[in-house]
Nanobody, 124 residues
Framework: QVQLVESGGGLVQAGGSLRLSCAAS????????MAWFRQAPGKEREFVAV????????YYSDSVKGRFTISRDNAKNSVYLQMASLKPEDTAVYYC?????????????????WGQGTQVTVSS
């Protein structure tokens, strides 16, 4: 089973950019749909973006569409989240997740492997 480690979080001013990385080890990375979720204090974990294992299809939540870009490099067993035009409401712990389901899902219940999370803080 794949194991995931996120990196790249930090403190950034509103309007700035950050790039999150998620490195996978063990398992067959290219066979997993990979997603990013986030959880702000006092809120439920929410879907951010997903990229499919087969054709690289991408889907985004409405709150980040047009600002965030998910990508993957199967040769490096990594998935990325490029975040631009960041807003204070983007502040959260960001989690990388992997799903072996053959179809793309956008709910946390569809993912059985999670990273430890990386904190993103956007100051106003």
């Amino acid at each position: 089973q794949v194991q995931l480690v996120e990196s790249g979080g930090g403190l950034v001013q509103a309007g700035g950019s950050l790039r999150l990385s998620c490195a996978a080890s063990q398992g067959t990375f290219s066979a997993y749909n990979m997603a990013w979720f986030r959880q702000a204090p006092g809120k439920e974990r929410e879907f951010v973006a997903v990229i499919g294992w087969y054709a690289g299809d991408t889907y985004y939540s409405d709150s980040v569409k047009g600002r965030f870009t998910i990508s993957r490099d199967n040769a490096k067993n990594s998935v990325y989240l490029q975040m631009a035009s960041l807003k204070p409401e983007d502040t959260a712990v960001y989690y990388c997740a992997a799903s072996a389901f053959p179809v793309i899902v956008m709910k946390s219940e569809g993912y059985n492997t999670w990273g430890q999370g990386t904190q993103v803080t956007v100051s106003s």
